[in-house]
Nanobody
Framework: QVQLVESGGGLVQAGGSLRLSCAAS????????MGWFRRAPGKEREYVAA????????YYADLVKGRFTISRDNAKSTVYLQMNSLKREDTAVYYC????????????????????WGQGTQVTVSS
């Protein structure tokens, strides 16, 4: 059984930074693309960033490009999301997710292609 556990959320002022972590277990972590998604109050879940199994390639939503950085440590089975220059509109519950197919990046921006999800961690950005 795959488990994904996020941590690192909290309250931060606009312009500040946070680093989210997601620890994975239950499946060979190094073979799966990992993604971060978020859901703001009253909005649909949206894609934030993704990283290939090796960590060589990373992808970002336009809204966070240049401010957020996704990375992974396969030895620790952990994926990270470094968030800088945070804005009020970044306030959301952030989820990490594991792609359904090993070594695949197909539809890396679509929630439907991820089959395991963490419980989420709240990020609140105040003005």
């Amino acid at each position: 059984q795959v488990q994904l556990v996020e941590s690192g959320g909290g309250l931060v002022q606009a312009g500040g930074s946070l680093r989210l972590s997601c620890a994975a277990s239950g499946r060979t972590f190094s073979t799966y693309t990992m993604g971060w998604f978020r859901r703001a109050p009253g909005k649909e879940r949206e894609y934030v960033a993704a990283i290939t199994s090796s960590g060589i390639s990373t992808y970002y939503a336009d809204l966070v490009k240049g401010r957020f950085t996704i990375s992974r440590d396969n030895a620790k089975s952990t994926v990270y999301l470094q968030m800088n220059s945070l804005k009020r509109e970044d306030t959301a519950v952030y989820y990490c997710a594991q792609h359904r197919s090993p070594y695949s990046t197909i539809n890396y921006y679509l929630p439907r292609d991820y089959d395991y999800w963490g419980q989420g961690t709240q990020v609140t950005v105040s003005s």
